[in-house]
DNA sequence: TATCCCAGTTTTGCATTCAAAATTGGAGCG
DNA sequence: CGCTCCAATTTTGAATGCAAAACTGGGATA
């Protein structure tokens, strides 16, 4: 097994939940699990651990790590610039093909929210923005994007809304949409914002900070 | 020595450009200059490789990354979004004393601009960048921030400039420190942006790309 | 002379081993 | 009964050892 694989099979199980914020990481499990020795699991671990999933405590082990609800804000703060800044370079770059994968995608959502399927609406919607990060071709963009939107995934692609919230999210995206058709880069930028803060605002409302005991045990694949 | 210090001290050696990037990373020789067995050494390298200072060939050794135009070209485009952002937050949440900090710094480096002591002018310009950055008070971003910079480190701050260029950086120093005071997130936000593009360009211009033989043989400390 | 091939060497990647630190559990004490 | 302390055990962090892959260079061949 190759060291990338190692850290993405570990990367998923704590993405799954599987190990919760918090918890102590097994190193003898895992390596039993993954069919591997400790010595490429610590390195996996420390990768993690530099990409913020995994907390090192010196000689006492590492922790899935936690994210307290100042980590939560911070990382919203963050990815809303990254995506701003992908509406921008994507209205510059974005092919005519790659707008209609897009407005099928989002034709596609819409039809799970009309029947009030929220997983597959997310799912749908993720899939929306990692498009348009994509279609911003920059990997470096897309790299921090990942591993920033990683550490929120849980709290962001798993809240539950109310119809009002939904209402609202799903009118952003029609002008999301409107906006990359457009190339209006900045009118992109500022809705993918003002969309953003709103699920900022309702995770935290949720109180979906990782504090004890909050698992989740959901796997939006 | 601790996990964190032997990434640092690798960090410095390739940010110090010691190991040219596209040069091999001699394992064994660092071993032996850092006083470490190669597990600590090889768990640091693939840190530095998922923050992309080093390069990793499978079963053909560990490289110092080479960055090309492309690279180049979207590290600064995402340290722009990176520097708005922090420019906007810092203008919400940036106190009287660091603002005077600020302005202290930025007083001293016109010193060096008048001086033509392009280091020392380069150091303070640094500062005052990182200081914004800090004062927007989101360690995610500062870490993200963190890593774009080293990365671009060399080309950014070892650039040399035609008069008319420094002339224009110190003025939009000037518009920055004006901003900061003002506490116009959005007008910092801008200007930073330019600041940025416009030292990308030079960069580019410079052909400062990191391709064969060229290496700066320069420490900014 | 240039190219190909293959044994010898080096280097890599991982398993294992070992010392040091932390945790555990129970005996002794208040 | 609860607390403290200390030896036994476990876990961590790092050095070493080992098999497999990649490099090297010298000789055979065209």
Same mark, same amino acid.
């Given at each position: 097994?190759?060291?990338?694989?190692?850290? *993405?099979?570990?990367?998923?199980?704590?993405?799954?939940?599987?190990?919760?914020? *918090?918890?102590?990481?097994?190193?003898?499990?895992?390596?039993? %699990?993954?069919?591997?020795?400790? $010595?490429?699991? %610590?390195?996996?671990?420390?990768?993690?651990?530099?990409? +913020?999933?995994? =907390?090192?405590?010196?000689?006492? +082990?590492?922790?899935?790590?936690?994210?307290?609800?100042?980590?939560?804000?911070?990382?919203?703060?963050?990815?809303?610039?990254?995506?701003?800044?992908? *509406? !921008?370079?994507?209205?510059?770059?974005? $092919?005519?093909?790659?707008?209609? !994968?897009?407005? @099928? @995608?989002? @034709?596609?959502?819409?039809?799970?929210?009309?029947? +009030?399927?929220?997983? =597959?609406?997310?799912? +749908?919607? %993720?899939?929306?923005?990692?498009? #348009?990060? $994509?279609?911003?071709?920059?990997?470096?963009?897309?790299?921090?994007?990942?591993?920033?939107?990683?550490?929120?995934?849980?709290?962001?692609?798993? $809240?539950?809304?109310?119809? =009002?919230?939904?209402?609202?999210?799903?009118?952003?995206?029609?002008? #999301?949409?409107?906006?990359?058709?457009?190339?209006?880069?900045?009118?992109?930028?500022?809705?993918?914002?003002?969309?953003?803060?709103?699920?900022? !605002?309702?995770?935290?409302?949720? *109180?979906?900070? !990782?504090?004890?005991?909050?698992?989740?045990?959901?796997?939006?694949?």
């Amino acid at each position: 097994m190759l060291h990338e694989e190692v850290v *993405g099979r570990i990367r998923a199980i704590l993405l799954d939940g599987e190990i919760p914020p *918090g918890a102590r990481i097994p190193e003898r499990e895992l390596c039993e %699990r993954l069919e591997i020795s400790r $010595t490429p699991l %610590r390195e996996a671990l420390k990768v993690l651990a530099a990409e +913020g999933l995994v =907390q090192l405590l010196p000689h006492r +082990g590492s922790r899935a790590a936690k994210l307290t609800d100042k980590d939560m804000r911070d990382l919203f703060e963050v990815c809303q610039g990254l995506e701003a800044l992908a *509406g !921008e370079l994507a209205c510059e770059r974005i $092919t005519d093909a790659e707008i209609d !994968e897009i407005a @099928a @995608a989002h @034709a596609a959502m819409v039809l799970h929210y009309r029947d +009030g399927d929220l997983i =597959q609406y997310y799912r +749908g919607n %993720r899939a929306i923005h990692e498009a #348009i990060v $994509t279609a911003a071709g920059n990997p470096v963009l897309a790299g921090l994007y990942t591993s920033v939107t990683a550490r929120i995934r849980r709290a962001r692609y798993v $809240t539950p809304m109310t119809p =009002q919230r939904w209402a609202l999210a799903v009118k952003e995206h029609d002008a #999301i949409l409107n906006a990359l058709q457009r190339r209006d880069g900045a009118g992109l930028s500022h809705i993918l914002r003002a969309h953003l803060r709103h699920k900022r !605002e309702e995770v935290l409302q949720a *109180g979906f900070a !990782e504090t004890e005991g909050t698992d989740l045990m959901l796997r939006i694949a």
